[in-house]
């Protein structure tokens, strides 16, 4: 079982991007998903996350009214819709599920998720 994420490249300020998060071996549908972001020199921070058959979904503040997380369950994927950018948007972008013990979605996210992607890179230049 695995997570994949793709669709990170460069763009420039203001603009968008959609990653992706491919589920392998299991379906997403049945579990909570987040997506996460480690900002050179910082710290990996947890950024949306969407509980299994996506009852609620969450936010930080600092996405809230420029991302959205979404899933298509017929594709076993999940997808995280980036409006907006700024330069301080630029990580690299992980997906996680709590595949493992289903402990959900609790803010900033990260203990409950133990299945993780390796991440894609997202630059805005500005």
């Known amino acids: 079982v695995k997570v994949v994420e793709s669709g990170g490249e460069m763009v420039q300020a203001g603009g968008s991007l959609r990653l992706s998060c491919a589920a392998s071996?299991?379906?997403?549908?049945?579990?909570?998903i987040a997506w996460f972001r480690q900002a050179p020199g910082k710290e990996r921070e947890g950024i949306s996350c969407?509980?299994?058959?996506?009852?609620?979904?969450n936010y930080v503040d600092s996405v809230k009214g420029r991302f959205t997380i979404s899933r298509d369950n017929a594709k076993n994927m999940v997808y995280l819709q980036m409006n907006s950018l700024l330069p301080e948007d630029t990580a690299v972008y992980y997906c996680?599920?709590?595949?493992?013990?289903?402990?959900?979605?609790?803010?900033?996210?990260?203990?409950?998720?133990?299945?993780w992607g390796k991440g894609t890179l997202v630059t805005v230049s500005s």
């Open positions: 969407t509980s299994s058959r996506s009852l609620s979904t």
């Open positions: 071996g299991f379906s997403l549908e049945y579990y909570a």
């Open positions: 996680a599920t709590d595949y493992n013990y289903g402990l959900g979605c609790h803010p900033p996210f990260e203990n409950g998720m133990d299945l």
